[in-house]
């Protein structure tokens, strides 16, 4: 379903699916007149928070639901921007486990949730009512990208 | 995008002791895997270096960058080396936000790779 202002997606879990998800929030986020820049890192977050919640959510497991929903917002302080959230009905993950491991340690994994919260101004976890969790994530035209000195989002 | 444009596609040439892998498309939760298989393969050879040609990817993820990082740690243990050639600047962004450019070898040209 997809209005003129807003995005919503459902879909399954299956890596197969991601390509379309891209292609759908890439349209979307140029509509809005995000820079090419943004609009990356829009789908890489989204990528991200999807390949997690198909591995850990739901544990490799195909063919179980996904909601994408992306609004545009406008902020007081920030300005305008956008809105994602992801919901899941997959495994409820404990919040405190849901953090970035240890850059200076190499290792494969890990670094999905460490992308998130660089690439967004804000990423909220949350477990959601009726099982499952949801991902609530802020992005801002004007704010300045801190690339790999990102840090500090909620 | 079309389909195509989101194909992965891998190719491998081996010498004695080096293996040039050129990698063309997107890599992510899809096609991971079948990177990851094909890069493990190499290590049935005494090989020493690895040169991953990623110039025509235009997309990682961290499942991506995790395979290269598998195939780095194993061939650390034999003292080989993986060399990584003419990343995109989004590829190579994805390796700065996560800090791993500070550990591969990244350089410019094939020719580069087979020095570093």
């Known amino acids: ?154 | 995008m079309n389909e195509a444009q989101h194909q992965m596609e891998v190719s491998v040439s081996v010498d004695r002791t080096a293996a040039v892998v050129r990698v063309r498309g997107e890599v992510d939760l899809r096609s991971s895997p079948e990177l990851r298989e094909k890069l493990l393969n190499l290590l049935e050879r005494p090989l020493k270096r690895v040169i991953i040609d990623l110039a025509r990817v235009g997309y990682i993820d961290s499942s991506g960058v995790g395979t290269l990082v598998e195939l780095k740690r194993r061939l650390d243990r034999t003292d080989g080396r993986v060399v990584l050639v003419a990343l995109q600047p989004r590829v190579r962004s994805v390796f700065e936000i996560t800090r791993l450019d500070h550990f591969f070898a990244i350089v410019d040209t094939i020719d580069e790779a087979h020095k570093a």
Not at chain 1, 35 to 40: I, Q, Y
Not at chain 1, 66 to 90: K, T, Y
Not at chain 1, 125 to 131: D, I, L, R
Request: proline share 5%; hydrophobic share 35%.
């Open chain 1, 1 to 154: 379903m997809r209005s003129r202002q807003s995005l919503e997606l459902h879909f399954t879990s299956d890596p197969s699916e991601l390509p379309r998800v891209r292609d759908a929030l890439t349209d979307w986020a140029q509509v809005f007149q995000w820079t090419k820049e943004r609009v990356a890192d829009i789908v890489l977050a989204v990528d991200e928070a999807l390949t997690n919640v198909i591995r850990h959510g739901y544990e490799g497991r195909p063919g179980q639901p996904i909601v994408l929903r992306c609004v545009p917002v406008q902020d007081a302080q920030r300005g305008r921007g956008a809105e994602i959230e992801i919901r899941d009905w997959g495994r409820q993950v404990p919040l405190q486990q849901i953090c970035g491991r240890d850059l200076d340690d190499l290792r494969p994994g890990g670094l999905g949730v460490h992308l998130i919260r660089n690439l967004m101004d804000c990423a909220e976890y949350s477990h959601a009512e009726g099982g499952g969790m949801r991902l609530r994530m802020r992005i801002f035209h004007d704010a300045p990208r801190r690339g790999s000195e990102r840090g500090g989002a909620t």
